[in-house]
């Protein structure tokens, strides 16, 4: 799909009479990122830049038709499926184990998962994932947005990707996320103990045409489950868990609780730290009095 859309660039391009220089200025990039794109070399163009060149070319969005295709092929095959159904469903439901959804993540936070993959082969391919999983999201605020229900096993919130400051931003968009009324938030405690999903996520999609899909991955592989009887199950395990979740207000409780706790700036006490400080305090303020001759009243003795 990268030779595709490359070839359709430099076909329009040599259509209008423009060299690689003179479509790059158009489209604010240098020459040699345009030798890449009709190449099928280096990173694939972002979406911005798709559309860029779909305005300069007079293409009539058939590059920007083309473009969805193009970023899937930054994914292995088991995630390309997935994405193609979940720009369509209606609603989401997710219950994740280890890591903040990709709908929801900071570019931060998704650029610290994605440089650790063990699929990554380059640079190039990393920016690539990266500008296609940041698009991704522009569903959410589109005018046929999804209903999307996540369910945040509660390792997500204690892990620090990307360390302390990414992941206080990171919890401080999911809080904003939440505040969203086509968005919900829980999060599944540790206290809740083994549950069917342990060790794995799992997706249900709801379809336009009413059917649904499951879809469960771990760190390097994902499995698309269409067949009615598995996705069911897939459905009732979901229900389950987000029954056992916290309420949405005391989840959001919790995630405030991670960012001031596990994340918070060193140069700012936590609230438990402070909390541990004033019980200190209190202790000492009480054994001074104790201590102190002038402050107590003796005890009444009997008379002889």
């Known amino acids: 799909m990268a030779a595709l859309f490359g070839s359709r660039v430099r076909r329009l391009r040599t259509a209008a009479g423009l060299t690689q220089a003179e479509l790059g200025n158009m489209t604010h990039v240098v020459s040699t990122r345009i030798t890449q794109i009709e190449r099928a070399s280096g990173a694939r163009p972002t979406q911005e830049l798709a559309q860029a060149l779909d305005t300069a070319l007079v293409a009539d969005d058939l590059l920007i038709d083309l473009w969805p295709y193009v970023y899937r092929e930054a994914f292995p095959d088991w995630a390309q499926a997935f994405m193609t159904l979940s720009a369509r469903a209606r609603a989401i439901r997710q219950y994740v184990a280890h890591v903040v959804p990709g709908l929801l993540q900071t ?16 640079k190039e391919q990393l920016e690539e994932r990266l500008s296609a999983r940041m698009a991704r999201q522009a569903r959410l605020r589109g005018a046929d947005r999804p209903e999307l229900w996540v ?27 939440a505040e969203e009324p086509h968005i919900t938030v829980q999060v599944l405690p540790f206290a809740h103990g083994e549950h069917d999903a342990l060790g794995d996520s799992l997706t249900v999609l709801d379809l336009p045409d009413g059917t649904e899909v499951g ?11 269409e067949e009615p009887e598995e996705v069911r199950r897939f459905a009732v395990t979901y229900d389950h868990l987000r029954a056992a979740a916290l309420p949405p207000h005391m989840s ?26 004033a019980q200190k305090q209190l202790q ?4 001074r009095r104790l201590r102190g001759g002038g402050g107590r009243l003796p005890r009444n003795r009997p008379r002889p």
């Open 151 to 177: 369910i945040l096993d509660e390792a997500v919130l204690r892990r620090p990707v990307g360390g302390p400051d990414v992941m206080r931003d990171q919890l401080a968009r999911l809080l904003a996320a």
């Open 284 to 287: 000492q303020s009480g054994g």
């Open 107 to 122: 570019e931060p936070y998704a650029r610290a998962l994605l440089s650790v993959g063990r699929t990554l082969k380059s």
């Open 215 to 225: 879809y469960t991955e771990g760190a390097h592989y994902g499995q698309l489950v």
């Open 252 to 277: 959001l409780d919790t995630i405030r609780s991670a960012m001031e706790d596990d994340h918070h700036d060193a140069t700012v006490s936590s609230r438990s730290d402070r909390r541990r400080l």
